[in-house]
């Protein structure tokens, strides 16, 4: 059984959407599929058009009646619906992490209510909220595998930073290792924002990324006002083709997984063939400045801070294997600055600024 975490911080990036469809072309394929809304705003559960007296027992209850004598479990809630199952979700959902913040335990209920499943399933897929609080932590928890469906705007890349950072931090605290591929979504070739993004998606996830992209489709739009998956609501749309030959290809890559753990720190052998290389910037304004660039899929975490000076000017040391490797300054949590001091190797990204360059021999 796969169990498939479909998660982004940024919302309107398509994950309800990818998780609907991929669970109905799935199903399609004579895969047994269930579809968890792990979301408050129940966008999954609201676009199958389901709601009202249906709902009287939804994912809440399951994950929060340990201490009932007669707990639900996830069976007890399944609604089927257009040849997948659902396990659905509503509003209630957003109290989870108020009444659970102090539990031990809290991190992984949803794994628990997995495991005690009667039905068996080839694929478990979760739809994960727009946020990384105690609802994705559970979904990652619960989640051997990580999908991150990334669309082709501005913050579209920063955004899956703080996310794989967190997956980072599950394996190293519980050993848990994550699979993880990206998802191209809402892909306009015709634009150059567009392709720019792509080039960009193919550099920093290395390997990592589906070769099967969702082009932008507004019949994939349409399903979900009619409260049907595509498969069902137009079968001969590009967006029912796309989601078709995502299901095949993650069929056929069943046993070839791309770990997380690459992304986060290099090997022991790769070690060995990197270089020391300094950086400083200059800005004595400055509260905080960390660095970050293709040498950390650009996530400016906490190991990336640079030290202040007394002078004002921020210096950071970095083992960097030998290539090309473009960078940024992250300043003040909210400002990304290429660095002054080397403007005339600097290339155009896709946000319309500048990355700078470092070339380590």
């Known amino acids: 059984m796969r169990v498939i975490a479909i998660a982004n911080q940024k919302g309107g990036c398509g994950k309800t959407t990818t998780a609907l469809n991929l669970s109905a072309c799935?199903?399609?394929?004579?895969?047994?599929?269930?579809?968890?809304?792990?979301?408050?705003?129940?966008?999954?559960?609201?676009a199958?058009?389901?709601?009202?007296?249906?709902?009287?027992?939804?994912?809440?209850?399951?994950?929060?009646?340990?201490?009932?004598?007669?707990?639900?479990?996830?069976?007890?809630?399944?609604?089927?619906?257009?040849?997948?199952?659902?396990?659905?979700?509503?509003i209630h959902l957003s109290l989870f992490e108020q009444h659970l913040s102090m539990m031990p335990g809290r991190e992984s209920k949803l794994k628990d209510a997995l495991e005690k499943l009667q039905k068996i399933y080839d694929f478990i897929l979760i739809d994960c909220p727009p946020s990384l609080g105690l609802l994705t932590f559970n979904a990652l928890v619960a989640s051997n595998e990580v999908f991150i469906p990334v669309e082709m705007g501005f913050?579209?890349?920063?955004?899956?930073?703080?996310?794989?950072?967190?997956?980072?931090?599950?394996?190293?605290?519980?050993?848990?290792?994550?699979?993880?591929?990206a998802i191209a979504v809402m892909v306009d070739k015709r634009t150059r924002l567009s392709r720019e993004i792509l080039q960009n998606m193919r550099q920093n996830f290395r390997g990592s990324l589906f070769d099967t992209m969702i082009h932008?489709?507004?019949?994939?739009?349409?399903?979900?006002?009619?409260?049907?998956?595509?498969?069902?609501?137009?079968?001969?749309?590009?967006?029912?083709?796309?989601?078709?030959?995502l299901a095949d290809e993650?069929?056929?890559?069943?046993?070839?997984?791309?770990?997380?753990?690459?992304?986060?720190?290099?090997?022991?052998?790769?070690?060995?063939?990197?270089?020391?290389?300094?950086?400083?910037?200059?800005?004595?304004?400055?509260?905080?400045?960390?660095?970050?660039?293709?040498?950390?899929?650009?996530?400016?975490?906490?190991?990336?801070?640079?030290?202040?000076?007394?002078?004002?000017?921020?210096?950071?040391?970095?083992?960097?294997?030998?290539?090309?490797?473009?960078?940024?300054?992250?300043?003040?949590e909210s400002k990304w600055v290429e660095d002054t001091d080397n403007p005339e190797i600097c290339t155009s990204n896709p946000f319309g600024s500048k990355n700078s360059i470092r070339v380590v021999n």
């Open 216 to 245: 932008f489709n507004v019949r994939l739009k349409e399903a979900v006002s009619y409260g049907k998956t595509i498969l069902e609501y137009d079968s001969r749309s590009s967006g029912c083709r796309d989601y078709s030959l």
């Open 155 to 181: 913050f579209a890349l920063h955004g899956t930073a703080k996310l794989l950072e967190i997956m980072g931090l599950i394996q190293q605290k519980t050993g848990h290792d994550l699979g993880m591929k």
């Open 48 to 90: 199958l058009n389901i709601q009202g007296p249906v709902l009287q027992k939804t994912l809440f209850d399951v994950l929060m009646n340990g201490g009932n004598p007669s707990p639900l479990v996830l069976d007890d809630v399944v609604i089927p619906c257009e040849g997948f199952d659902l396990a659905p979700a509503n």
């Open 250 to 332: 993650i069929l056929q890559e069943r046993n070839r997984l791309i770990h997380i753990r690459p992304f986060l720190e290099p090997s022991l052998e790769d070690r060995s063939f990197q270089r020391e290389s300094r950086f400083i910037f200059h800005a004595p304004e400055a509260k905080s400045v960390r660095i970050a660039g293709t040498f950390n899929n650009w996530a400016p975490t906490d190991d990336y801070l640079m030290n202040r000076q007394n002078d004002g000017v921020w210096v950071k040391i970095i083992n960097l294997p030998p290539g090309e490797h473009q960078y940024k300054f992250f300043v003040d």
């Open 26 to 46: 799935l199903s399609s394929k004579g895969q047994k599929v269930l579809l968890v809304d792990m979301d408050p705003q129940s966008h999954a559960t609201l």
